[in-house]
């Protein structure tokens, strides 16, 4: 089993979904884990889950149960300023980090013709150059102790279009370009960066995707009824835990996985997308 005790990870949208799910797998590991999502309103047509003050104290106190030290708040990936205030205080509570989950994302059912500059810019500013910003303050360190590990939540569409979602591709794609550059960056200094792409993964940011879908597509069809279609679709006819991505994250995490570096590992029970 992977140890991580007396290591410290930084989980950004480590508040819900598959960022959360990483972040109890790493803290049940020994690690201390700072988790950080926009918390509050900040929609602006995307399907993104946005907890408020009492999840993150919440989500605190469960991951505090654990044993290891926590930190738990306010993370907006696209705002250095913020992203560093959140860093300095993470810090302080679980000690340099070691590891990095750039788990914060977000998209929205929206085709080239008619996309908004405010939206296009939201989903790549938080799933690209998020993800750039927590690696560029993170990553010096890492390299300066010699040891470090760097999960990016990817998904099939960095390889696979998907109708009505070029923000989402362009970003993930652009996301392993990212991932490949900075295992390169480290991997002389005992820094490794994976990429995890899954397909269709169950959390609350795949609900509200879907319901964006069934609006948009206007055939009547309930949520349930079109996510029970996306299960109908993949081969092992289900759909994707969150637990299941973060039980590959654990592992890429600890020792047994310093060779594997620069890789784009999919988690798609078979599907193509």
């Not at 972040?23 to 602006?44: D, E, F, Q, T």
């Not at 995307?46 to 993370?75: F, I, K, S, T």
């Not at 205030?85 to 340099?96: H, I, N, S």
């Not at 995707?209 to 299960?231: M, W």
């Amino acid at each position: 089993m992977t140890n991580l005790k007396g290591r410290s990870a930084v989980i950004t949208g480590g508040l819900t979904g598959q960022g959360l799910a990483i972040a109890r797998a790493l803290a049940g590991a020994g690690a201390n884990v700072a988790v950080g999502s926009y918390v509050g309103a900040g929609r602006a047509g995307d399907a993104a889950a946005y907890p408020e003050d009492v999840a993150a104290r919440a989500v605190g106190a469960e991951l505090a149960g654990l044993g290891v030290r926590v930190h738990a708040g306010h993370l907006d990936v696209r705002d250095t300023g913020a992203a560093r205030a959140f860093l300095a205080a993470a810090e302080a509570a679980c000690g340099p980090a070691d590891i990095l989950v750039n788990a914060a994302g977000t998209t929205a059912e929206q085709p080239v013709c008619g996309h908004s500059d405010e939206l296009w810019e939201k989903i790549i500013d938080t799933n690209l150059t998020g993800a750039f910003r927590m690696m560029r303050e993170l990553l010096p360190g890492m390299i300066a102790r010699k040891w470090g590990r760097i999960v990016n939540i990817g998904s099939t569409a960095a390889s696979v279009g998907w109708k009505d979602n070029p923000a989402y591709c362009a970003s993930k794609a652009g996301l392993l370009g990212l991932t490949r550059c900075v295992a390169l960056e480290g991997a002389a200094h005992g820094v490794t960066c994976v990429m995890i792409s899954p397909t269709w993964v169950e959390t609350e940011l795949m609900h509200r995707n879907v319901a964006q879908v069934v609006a948009r597509e206007g055939k009547g069809r309930t949520v349930a009824e079109a996510l029970a279609g996306i299960a109908a679709e993949n081969p092992q006819q289900r759909l994707i835990q969150p637990e299941e991505i973060a039980a590959l994250a654990l592992f890429l995490c600890g020792e047994g996985a310093r060779g594997i570096t620069m890789e784009n590992i999919q988690i798609t029970g078979g599907a193509l997308w």
